[in-house]
């Protein structure tokens, strides 16, 4: 079979997005390793209080970089930056305006902690240019929360979506958890069965992974809790794909679902496909033009570089064509747009076809694209192709 040549992402135009990182938590979640701090963990020498003014100092640093194309999407993410004044969130999205661009139908996202908004809050976030907010639910049962030491109550997840709505957010999208040791199918088909009722735009559901290093990991190691085993994941995964597809969310990417393709995360997109973007704040990622770097990891060190008008880079790397072309791989194998052929290329041919006699894939457009049981063995397929 002949392999159509399609543009890889470095000849296409590539879009933009920017990243900000909000590194603020109440409590930490026993799961959750993300570059985080509570209030007792932060220490001396950075502040919630001027946190916008540092990473807005660095915003207008980065701004040349651009290359004068604006920003399709940005996504405020964390932590939790809700726990930020909004209009703190507003004075950051205001400056990528001023000095990288908007462009026109920008995505503008942010997470948030159901407990962690106000119809104030929302309000004033909406009007200052956010569109999207994605909730981080997890699960609508007391005991799995528990378990997940999650603080916020459920019972304020339905007057947050509807908050949200009423002050006009156009997507709302819930991030749940599966896979919670003690969660049995029941307790998982009512955590969709809530999510579902919310009437979101868009669904994210991750299996729990244990962090090495975290609370829960430590809880796992004692045996205090036991990860279900991988045929009770995948059982999990079907019935989030039954119900959510039952629902009118289709599957976009392997863990993300949303109503239609103008509700996908075009910013997540954007980084499956090896796009380019600026990552603002402590610890985040940037990716531009074959070059990725990554700042200094604490918010101390990195308020400390941009106060005394250094960058908060910390190191980078190039990115070679073969690590392209394996995160190539890997990325948009999970995607339901699929791989194109010619990213594998001819030598790939006799795997392709193992891989379509066993079901696990199809061939649509002359890109190869997971069924529902390559779906389940995602890791396995694009093993495959890679050493
Ligand atoms: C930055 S948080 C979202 C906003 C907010 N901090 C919250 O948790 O509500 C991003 C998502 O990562 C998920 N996450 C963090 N650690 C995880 C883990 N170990 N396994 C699976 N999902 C995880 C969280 O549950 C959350 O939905
Ligand atoms: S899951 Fe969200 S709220 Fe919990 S510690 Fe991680 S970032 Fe913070």
């Given at each position: 079979?002949?392999y159509?040549?399609s543009?890889t992402?470095?000849?296409r135009d590539?879009a933009l997005g920017?990243y900000?990182?909000v590194p603020?938590?109440?409590?930490r979640?026993g799961y959750?390793d993300f570059n985080t701090y509570?209030?007792?963990e932060?220490g001396e020498?950075a502040t919630r209080?001027?946190?916008a003014?540092?990473?807005?100092a660095?915003i207008?640093r980065?701004a040349p ?18 726990q930020?004044?909004a ?11 001023d000095?990288?661009g ?15 908004v106000?119809?104030e809050?929302?309000a004033?976030l909406?009007?200052g240019?956010?569109n999207?907010?994605s909730?981080g639910?997890?699960s609508a049962?007391?005991?799995v ?5 999650r ?6 997840v ?13 997507q ?10 003690g ?7 009512t955590?969709?069965e809530?999510?579902?009722a919310l009437?979101?735009?868009h669904?994210s559901a ?7 290093g975290?609370?829960f990991?430590?809880?796992v190691?004692r045996?205090?809790v ?11 995964y079907l019935?989030?794909?039954e119900?959510l ?7 976009y990417?392997l863990?993300?679902?949303?109503r239609?393709?103008?509700?996908q995360c075009r ?7 090896s796009d380019d ?10 990716h531009?033009?074959?070059e ?6 604490h918010?101390?060190a990195y308020?400390?570089r941009?106060a005394a008008?250094?960058?908060?880079r910390?190191?980078?790397e190039?990115?070679?064509?073969p ?5 190539r791989?890997m990325?948009e194998t ?9 990213a ?5 041919r006799?795997e392709?076809?193992e891989l ?10 002359e ?7 390559g ?10 192709f890679?050493?």
């Amino acid at each position: 079979m002949p392999y159509a040549e399609s543009p890889t992402p470095s000849t296409r135009d590539r879009a933009l997005g920017v990243y900000v990182h909000v590194p603020f938590c109440s409590v930490r979640c026993g799961y959750c390793d993300f570059n985080t701090y509570t209030a007792d963990e932060l220490g001396e020498g950075a502040t919630r209080a001027s946190y916008a003014d540092t990473a807005i100092a660095e915003i207008v640093r980065s701004a040349p970089g651009a290359g004068g194309r604006s920003a399709e999407t940005v996504f405020f993410g964390g932590g939790t930056p809700t726990q930020l004044p909004a209009d703190d969130l507003v004075r950051m999205l205001a400056a990528i305006d001023d000095t990288i661009g908007l462009a026109d139908g920008v995505e503008v996202t942010t997470e948030a902690n159901p407990d962690s908004v106000t119809p104030e809050s929302l309000a004033t976030l909406r009007r200052g240019g956010f569109n999207r907010i994605s909730f981080g639910v997890q699960s609508a049962v007391p005991h799995v929360l528990a378990t997940l030491e999650r603080t916020h109550d459920p019972a304020n997840v339905p007057q947050a979506v509807r908050w949200a709505r009423e002050a006009g957010f156009e997507q709302v999208s819930v991030d749940l958890i599966y896979g919670t040791p003690g969660e049995s199918m029941d307790d998982w088909r009512t955590s969709l069965e809530q999510a579902v009722a919310l009437g979101p735009d868009h669904v994210s559901a991750y299996a729990l992974i244990v962090e090495q290093g975290t609370a829960f990991a430590r809880k796992v190691r004692r045996g205090e809790v036991v990860m279900p085993d991988d045929d009770e994941t995948a059982d999990k995964y079907l019935l989030a794909d039954e119900l959510l597809t039952g629902a009118g969310l289709g599957w976009y990417e392997l863990s993300n679902w949303a109503r239609d393709a103008a509700a996908q995360c075009r910013h997540n997109v954007l980084y499956w496909h090896s796009d380019d973007w600026f990552g603002i704040g402590p610890g985040a990622h940037s990716h531009l033009a074959g070059e990725r770097w990554w700042n200094v990891k604490h918010p101390a060190a990195y308020a400390q570089r941009l106060a005394a008008g250094e960058s908060p880079r910390h190191d980078g790397e190039t990115i070679d064509a073969p690590t392209a072309r394996t995160e190539r791989i890997m990325l948009e194998t999970r995607l339901r747009s699929g791989l194109a052929l010619s990213a594998l290329g001819p030598g790939a041919r006799s795997e392709v076809a193992e891989l379509v006699d066993s079901a696990l894939v199809t061939i649509v457009d002359e890109h190869l694209v997971l069924t529902l049981t390559g779906r389940l063995l995602a890791d396995a397929v694009v093993r495959k192709f890679i050493e």
